[in-house]
């Protein structure tokens, strides 16, 4: 039947309709859940419960079955036990021995089995093997297996485990129950797979169990073995095979494969007529080899869920025919005032004027019609208002200076006329472009200007708005910087519109440029620049100026000059402000204070500026500390380099006036030995001489002191008391000491042998004691010198980090003088570190004194305190040779009979030479010039044996004139005297004949030796 198109138009049939399209679905989907869902829930909920009894079955025969093999194997092991004790009771009664009992112990217990392959073994309480069937394993240590082991710890009860026998493949479960037998330390263990514990197993122990069990109102439990046997069955009980009924015939073996699971088959008990659909879940038991069944009729569990299916169709049916009735009735009330408001709409539709709508009643719809009237009314108000607005904001798109123009997508909808000027069009023309048609190729950061617009498209769907940067092309080409403003605009069509403000801002980018350009050249300047004010405030700083002063900029700019120039006063202020503004900028300099307290020299350049009105100050900072400590550095350098070439004369001067003196030595020497050996019979001449001799050797000693100080005397090391050193250098101090000052001298004599340098050593002393002195030397005070043996041990070296342990002899030099700064300690040994006045000493005497202790593998150390005094303290190795002692040992002097050719430019160290080498029975001849001496030679070479030279000579030095002389003869040999020589060269003057080198003033013995010894070296025989 097809139902008029009007009846389907009504509002009354759309209701009905459109509840009937709901309900039917309702009502299919009830139906369907109920077959396909409910049903199978049922039938799936009978499942699990013969699945839940069929494992409460299986896991009730397990137990019972753990019972019974536990008890079984308790019995036969208590049992043997029982046995061994009284073979041990025979063996106290002396019918059997010990042996013998064990023997037949191991017989009977070896002849059991448990089951199919089960056995019995013995262990003691040590995990070893004492009795078992392999003779292999017995007296073999099996604790390593953790079975064993937990045996040894309880001899008796029941375990179970997995084994694998040698030459099979897998282990199986095994179970033991063991006791112990305490007089042979036996554990007795019974043992057996647990696969064969079905032969353990007796049937009827379960029967009750799974009789009792019932399903629906004939559904019930069995057991069957795995040759098909029925073990439990209500009706078919000890049956051979349950195949001879009539049953599915694959269903049995379908079972004794799987295990475990569910199974329907049909089944046909022997007193029913016709067979019937059974469902079975049944759980495997393959420790047993039995398998545990529950199963029911369906349709003795169906029978319930069918009576539920039939009652909820026929509930479904009413509940449908009662819902028609309502809904019909129901529809008819709201359609008909509904119609009415349609009908009057119709009507202002075709009047082109507005009639409230007509109110029924005070229901829903009523209110509804009301509120209609209401909205219509309130519309026409609204859109004249819309109207006014419309008009407005068109005036101002009009009329704003920036560009403004609608975009649909990327394409330009609408714009105002500042759009057309900023891009050099016409309205028409540009109506129709794309954002990327007005836009170079690509943007500033050579993104594709079509993929970035569209980005920026896309965004405008999430965010208000969005202000961003954008390169545009007009019509004519030109490139201009803008500013966009983009924001959603609403939708036509569908589509989302975006308005975007438009505003070159070319010119603005240019100048932002420059001030930030000028804003990083202000902020990097490698120099302080600070802005200042009238009144000295900090107006604005660099980076520098916050790095150099250690304050952020924040905090300077809350600060006044006076806070960082703490030799700032509102006077010298006012002073600098009157310069500037006569010469518009002045330079000077002054210092500057950090945050840290630290002061540093600045040098400042100041320019006064003007600008909107206002004066202020634009002053350019830069440090100079470095500049002031180069030229401190570079004064300081100077006067050490006047100082140096002072000190360097001094030595030359030293140098000859030391060869000057040697030579005078060399006579009062010579006219000394001249005279003990002219007068050895008078013993008070020869006392007189040797008190000469004495002074003598000390002038001597003076002079290597001068020469040392020239650097240019010899530096060799020997065995020294030094204490003789220390007296000798306290006695010259002493004499030069002002009155006010008290020496007190603690040095013992022969404390100990220091590997030392004479002459350094005394320096040492001298330059300690002297700057003692001078320290005391305004009010006085007391000048002490001590020196005493010290030893130092491992745990010293903490306070001595450069010796060795061992023992040292300690010079202590003190005094009570004005003492040294703490910050001056540390300096005092630097090379040119004074305190002293300009002229009054060099800074060199402590440099040289630690560089002479640190030669001698010492050690110094100064402690002091202000107004209180110094103390110095020199540590100096100790040895174990002795140091020369002045004793005089008479000798016996070498002679010879040679003839000597002697050459000095001093007549009266000739003469005094002559008579020496004459005393000792040389034959001797003299020459008083370098020149005559060469002469001579070239005359009669073979004449001489030797040739003794002054170095120092004019016109012919002693070298030279040894050159010359082996030019002729070069084996002759040649000794030379010298009292100074800055270009002594040992290798150089053995080439040229030197055999020998004497220092003036030289003593008889050393005459006589060296002589001697240069003598008798071996050379080739003259022809």
């Known amino acids: 039947m097809v139902l008029p198109k009007r009846l389907i138009d009504t509002f009354r049939f759309r209701i009905i309709s459109s509840f009937l399209m709901v309900l039917l679905p309702v009502l299919v989907f009830l139906s369907v859940t109920v077959e396909c869902y409910l049903l199978p829930e049922l039938r799936q909920n009978v499942k699990q419960e013969l699945t839940n009894s069929t494992r409460v079955l299986a896991n009730s025969v397990r137990a019972g079955a753990a019972v019974t093999i536990r008890n079984h194997l308790k019995g036969i092991a208590e049992k043997n036990r029982e046995i061994a004790a009284q073979h041990i009771s025979l063996v106290k009664q002396g019918i059997l021995s010990q042996k013998e009992a064990v023997q037949r112990l191991r017989a009977i217990l070896l002849s059991q089995r448990i089951g199919s392959s089960g056995y019995i073994y013995c262990l003691d309480h040590n995990g070893l093997v004492v009795v078992h069937p392999n003779k292999n394993v017995e007296n073999t240590d099996n604790s390593r297996f953790e079975f064993v082991r937990t045996q040894i710890a309880r001899k008796e009860g029941y375990i179970e485990y997995d084994w694998q026998n040698p030459g099979e493949t897998i282990s199986r479960s095994k179970a033991l129950y063991m006791v112990y037998f305490e007089p042979l330390d036996w554990i007795i263990s019974v043992s057996s797979y647990r696969d064969e514990f ?21 559904g019930y439990a069995y057991v069957f073995n795995k040759e098909g046997k029925a073990l439990i ?36 008990n022997p007193e029913e007529l016709e067979s019937r659909r059974k469902i079975a879940v049944f759980e495997s038991l393959p420790e047993y080899g039995w398998t545990v069944v529950s199963s029911a009729y369906l349709d003795e569990i169906m029978s319930p869920v069918k009576l539920i299916i039939n009652l909820g169709y026929i509930s479904i049916l009413v509940l449908f025919i009662a819902a028609s009735v309502a809904v019909y009735f129901l529809s008819g009330r709201l359609s008909k005032p509904i119609d009415a408001m349609i009908h009057q709409l119709d009507e202002n539709t075709k009047n082109g004027r507005y009639q409230t709508l007509p109110v029924y009643n005070n229901d829903e719809l009523g209110r509804l019609a009301q509120e209609f009237n209401t909205f219509f009314g309130v519309l026409d108000t609204q859109s004249e208002h819309l109207r006014r607005e419309r008009e407005r904001y068109q005036s101002l ?6 560009a403004v123009y609608l975009l649909k997508g990327l394409e330009i909808v609408d714009c105002n006329p500042a759009t057309c000027k900023i891009f050099n069009s016409n309205k028409d023309e540009l109506l129709g472009h794309t954002v990327a048609d007005l836009s170079p190729t690509t ?13 920026i498209t896309q965004e405008s769907l999430r965010y208000k708005l969005q202000t961003f940067e954008w390169i545009h092309k007009t019509m004519d080409g030109r490139l201009f910087d803008a500013e966009v403003r983009l924001k959603p605009f609403g939708t036509e069509d569908g589509e989302l519109l975006l308005v975007a403000f438009v505003r070159d801002i070319t010119e603005r980018k240019r100048d932002e440029e420059a001030l930030r350009l000028t804003q990083f050249t202000f902020d990097k300047a490698s120099f302080g620049i600070f802005r200042s004010g009238s009144s000295a405030e900090i107006l ?45 900028g002045i330079a000077f300099e002054t210092l500057h204070r950090a945050k840290d307290g630290r002061t540093f020299p600045v040098h400042i350049t100041s320019n006064l500026l003007e600008y909107d009105g206002e004066q202020y100050a634009i002053s350019f900072v830069r440090d100079i500390s470095e500049e002031k400590k180069i030229e401190k550095q570079k004064s300081t350098m100077e006067a050490h380099f006047r100082q140096a070439q002072r000190m360097e004369a001094l030595g030359t001067l030293a140098g000859g006036i030391a060869h000057d003196f040697n030579n005078i030595l060399s006579a009062i020497f010579g006219y000394t030995e001249l005279t003990k050996m002219e007068c050895k019979d008078n013993k008070k001449i020869q006392a007189y001489l040797t008190q000469l001799h004495a002074a003598g050797t000390r002038a001597k000693n003076l002079v290597q002191q001068i020469l040392s100080f020239s650097r240019q005397g010899n530096t060799e090391k020997n065995p020294v008391d030094i204490s003789k050193v220390i007296n000798e250098a306290i006695e010259l101090i002493r004499v030069s000491t002002p ?9 013992d004599k022969y404390l100990g042998t220091v590997f030392a340098n004479e002459t350094q050593i005394h320096q040492v002393v001298m330059n300690l004691c002297t700057n003692a002195c001078h320290a005391m030397e305004e009010k006085g005070g007391r000048l002490k010198i001590d020196l005493l043996p010290v030893t130092i041990s491992s745990q010293d070296l903490s306070n001595y980090p450069d010796l060795n342990p061992g023992r040292y002899l300690k010079l202590i030099v003190s005094d009570t003088g004005y003492g040294i700064n703490p910050d001056k300690i540390s300096k005092i040994f630097d090379p040119y570190f004074t305190t002293k006045q300009i002229g009054e000493g060099t800074g060199l005497g402590l440099s040289t004194v630690h560089g002479i202790v640190k030669d001698h593998d010492g050690s110094v150390k100064v402690y002091s305190e202000v107004n209180k005094g110094s103390a110095f303290q020199v540590l100096l190795p100790l040895v174990e040779s002795e140091a020369d002692q002045s004793i005089e040992i008479e000798e016996r002097l070498p002679r010879g009979t040679e003839t000597i050719l002697f050459v000095d430019d001093e007549k009266l160290l000739i003469d005094i030479g002559k008579e020496l080498l004459k005393g000792l029975g040389y034959s001797v001849e003299t020459r008083a010039s370098s020149l005559d001496a060469y002469e ?88």
């Open 443 to 455: 943007q500033a950061n050579n993104e594709s200007s079509w993929g970035l617009a569209e980005r």
């Open 233 to 268: 069955h209500p009706r078919l009980e000890y049956l051979t095979n349950l195949l001879q009924f009539s049953i599915e015939p694959d269903i049995l073996e379908s079972m004794l494969s799987r295990g475990s699971g569910q199974i329907e088959y049909t089944w046909k």
């Open 540 to 584: 604005n700083v660099n980076e520098q100026a916050c790095y150099s002063l250690g304050y952020t900029k924040e905090e300077l700019c809350r600060m006044s000059l006076f806070d960082i120039d703490p030799s700032l006063t509102p006077d010298s202020f006012a002073n600098l402000r009157r310069k500037r503004s006569e010469t518009g």
């Open 739 to 747: 009155s006010t000052i008290e020496i007190v001298n603690n040095v």
């Open 397 to 402: 798109f009009e009329a704003s200076p920036d």
């Open 198 to 218: 079905y032969e353990l197993l007796d049937p009827k122990d379960f029967h009750d169990v799974v009789s009792s069990l019932q399903f629906g109102e004939s």
């Open 936 to 1023: 001579a030679f070239r005359a009669n070479p073979e004449k001489y044996d030797l040739v003794v030279s002054d170095m120092t000579m004019p016109k012919l030095t002693g070298e030279q004139l040894a050159m010359k002389i082996q030019e002729i003869d070069p084996d002759l040999p040649i000794i030379l005297c010298t009292g100074f020589s800055s270009r002594l060269n040992t290798e150089e003057l053995e080439k040229v004949g030197v055999k020998k080198i004497l220092m003036k003033p030289i003593t008889l013995m050393e005459l006589a030796v060296a002589v001697r010894t240069v003598l008798d070296e071996p050379r080739s025989i003259k022809s």
